[in-house]
């Protein structure tokens, strides 16, 4: 029995890692979830265990998803300077 032998050429490719300028520059990419993950949890608990009816609750759920902007608002009051 006759194989045709296929002869196939091989190219050395070289795979060039460029390093990505979009993210922080941290090699895992986690530098703020972690905060913003338990920050998250503390804010649900909080919210969730004050609410006073399922749909305080619901929104309680809301406010924690978005709890950053309610501390940069608190941070800009407390540090508002008079003109």
Known sequence: ???P???MKKRNKRVVKQKSS???GCSS???GGAVY???FIGAAIYY???ATGFW???LGFLKAIV???FLVQGLLKLIALPY
Do not use: A, Q, Y
Request: with cysteine; glycine share 16%; aromatic share 12%.
């Open 22 to 24: 979009i993210g922080c």
């Open 56 to 58: 305080m609750g619901v």
């Open 5 to 7: 032998l296929l002869i």
């Open 67 to 69: 709890w950053p902007v």
């Open 37 to 39: 993950g338990l920050g």
């Open 1 to 3: 029995m006759f194989f």
């Open 29 to 31: 990419c986690s530098c």
């Open 48 to 50: 969730i265990s004050n």
